[in-house]
C-alpha cells in the first residue's frame, strides 16, 4: 500500500521548505524492469519504479500505471466549491544547470505536481542535428540553440525524475520556428510534420545519442504526451486536428481575456488557455518570458537595484492572480515559464517559492494539465457546467 504523501511529508521524508534553496529530490534508484511495469513509494519517500521491457531501441518503457504521486481524484457535489488549482508548467524543460530538479523539488515539497513541456531538441546533440527534419526548412535548422551533450545527458535523467515524481511530460515542439515560414504560418500538414520529428527524437533518444549508461524513459511518450504548449502561443487553430488524431486531451497555447474554467473545443480537447492576472495596475499573461520583455524588452540589464524591484513586482503579480481566482470563480490558474536564468535568475527565484508558498495553502493544489483533465472529466456534467458557466 503506497503511503499518503501528506503521511510521507509529515514525518521528514521529503525536501522540507526551510531546506529547498540547496537541496534537491533524492535521485530516484534505477529501475529494473518486470514482466508488468509498477510503481510505488519507498518509505524514504522516493519513488520505486519498476519498467516493462524497454520499447524498440531502449528509450522508453511502458509506463506503471498509477503514475507515482498522483493525487485522488474526488467528485464534487452540487454547489461544492473547488479546489483552487493552480498548474505551473515549464516551456523546453532542459537539464541546463539542474533547474529543473529544483522546480521538482519545491512542488514534491507540498504535494504537488507539474508539466513539463519538453523541447524535443533538448534530447538531441548537437553533432547529429541533421536528424531533426523541421517542415518548410532544412535538416537541422532551429531557430533555439541546440543543447551540450552534459545538457542533454541531464535533460533525459531530469525528464526521467520528473516523471517518478509524479510530473506530466507533454511537449513544447521542437525548433521554435518564427515566422518567415515559421509556426504562425504552419498548415496542419506541417505540424503533422512538425510531431512526427518529435516523437521520433523523444522515442529514439538512445539510437541517436548512441548512450547505453542511462536508463530508458519510465514512460511511453506516444501515450504520454496529451498535450502541448505551442512555441510562440502560435499556430493553435491549425493544430487541433492533428492533435486531435494524436490521441491529445488538451491545449494550453491560446490566451483568453478573463479566468475560465476550461471546456471542451470542437475537436474534443480541453481548451486549457492561459489567461492575464493583475500586474502594476493593468494586466500581464503570466508567463516569465512576458515579464521579461515587460521589465526590460527582453534584455538582460539592469542594476541591483532594478533588478529587486523587477523580481517584487513578478511575485506580486502572481499572488494577486491567485487572489483573483480565489475571490471570484475559482478557475484554474496556469502560469507558464521557462528555466531560464534571465536577469539573474530573478523570476526562476520566484517561481521556486512562490510554488512552495502557493501549495501550502489549504485550499490550493498544485497539479498538472493531464491530471486536470483527468478531474474534469470525473465530474458530474451538471456540476461541470456549472463550474464552467462562472
Given at each position: 500500500m503506497t503511503l499518503p504523501r501528506r503521511t510521507l511529508l509529515s514525518l521528514g521524508l521529503t525536501a522540507g521548505v526551510a531546506g529547498l534553496a540547496g537541496c534537491a529530490?533524492?535521485?530516484?534508484?534505477?529501475?529494473?524492469?518486470?514482466?508488468?511495469?509498477?510503481?510505488?513509494?519507498?518509505?524514504?519517500?522516493?519513488?520505486?519504479?519498476?519498467?516493462?521491457?524497454?520499447?524498440?531501441?531502449?528509450?522508453?518503457?511502458?509506463?506503471?500505471?498509477?503514475?507515482?504521486?498522483?493525487?485522488?481524484?474526488?467528485?464534487?457535489?452540487?454547489?461544492?466549491t473547488p479546489p483552487q488549482f493552480v498548474l505551473f508548467s515549464w516551456d523546453g524543460a532542459s537539464g541546463n544547470d539542474d533547474h529543473i530538479l529544483?522546480?521538482?523539488?519545491?512542488?514534491?515539497?507540498?504535494?504537488?505536481?507539474?508539466?513539463?513541456?519538453?523541447?524535443?531538441?533538448?534530447?538531441?546533440?548537437?553533432?547529429?542535428?541533421?536528424?531533426?527534419?523541421?517542415?518548410r526548412r532544412p535538416a537541422g535548422d532551429s531557430d533555439i540553440p541546440f543543447m551540450s551533450d552534459k545538457t542533454v545527458r541531464r535533460t533525459i535523467e531530469g525528464i526521467s525524475t520528473a516523471w517518478k515524481y509524479g510530473n506530466e511530460i507533454g511537449t513544447h515542439m521542437g525548433g521554435h520556428f518564427q515566422n518567415p515560414n515559421g509556426v504562425p504560418?504552419?498548415?496542419?500538414?506541417?505540424?503533422?510534420?512538425?510531431?512526427?520529428?518529435?516523437?521520433?527524437?523523444?522515442?529514439?533518444?538512445?539510437?541517436?545519442?548512441?548512450?547505453?549508461?542511462?536508463?530508458p524513459f519510465p514512460f511511453d511518450y506516444t501515450k504520454e504526451c496529451v498535450g502541448a504548449r505551442t512555441p510562440l502561443l502560435a499556430g493553435r487553430e491549425t493544430l487541433l486536428p492533428v492533435a486531435k488524431r494524436y490521441g491529445w486531451r488538451y491545449d494550453t497555447s491560446g490566451t483568453r481575456a478573463s479566468a475560465a474554467w476550461p471546456k471542451k473545443d470542437s475537436h474534443g480537447l480541453y481548451d486549457m488557455s492561459m489567461f492575464p492576472v493583475p500586474f502594476k495596475g493593468k494586466s500581464i499573461l503570466p508567463m516569465d518570458y512576458n515579464y521579461y520583455v515587460a521589465h526590460t524588452k527582453a534584455k538582460n540589464i539592469g542594476t541591483a537595484a532594478q533588478r529587486a524591484q523587477w523580481q517584487a513586482e513578478h511575485r506580486d503579480s502572481l499572488r494577486a492572480g491567485l487572489e483573483l481566482c480565489l475571490s471570484t470563480n475559482r478557475a484554474p490558474l496556469i502560469i507558464g515559464n521557462h528555466l531560464s536564468p534571465w536577469l539573474g535568475g530573478i523570476y526562476q527565484d520566484n517561481l521556486r517559492d512562490l510554488i512552495v508558498e502557493f501549495g501550502s495553502r489549504p485550499e490550493v493544489q498544485l497539479v498538472s494539465h493531464r491530471w486536470l483533465c483527468d478531474w474534469l472529466d470525473a465530474q458530474d456534467p451538471e456540476v461541470l457546467a456549472d463550474l464552467q458557466a462562472r
Open positions: 529530490v533524492p535521485a530516484p534508484a534505477p529501475a529494473p524492469t518486470s514482466a508488468v511495469p509498477t510503481a510505488s513509494v519507498n518509505p524514504d519517500g522516493t519513488p520505486n519504479v519498476r519498467l516493462g521491457t524497454p520499447i524498440g531501441d531502449g528509450s522508453q518503457a511502458p509506463s506503471p500505471d498509477p503514475q507515482p504521486f498522483q493525487r485522488p481524484i474526488t467528485k464534487l457535489a452540487k454547489g461544492e529544483d522546480m521538482i523539488d519545491a512542488a514534491h515539497s507540498v504535494d504537488g505536481t507539474m508539466t513539463m513541456f519538453l523541447t524535443a531538441l533538448y534530447v538531441l546533440p548537437a553533432s547529429r542535428k541533421k536528424e531533426y527534419q523541421p517542415p504560418s504552419w498548415t496542419s500538414a506541417d505540424w503533422e510534420q512538425e510531431l512526427s520529428q518529435v516523437y521520433k527524437l523523444v522515442t529514439q533518444w538512445r539510437t541517436f545519442t548512441g548512450w547505453d549508461d542511462l536508463e
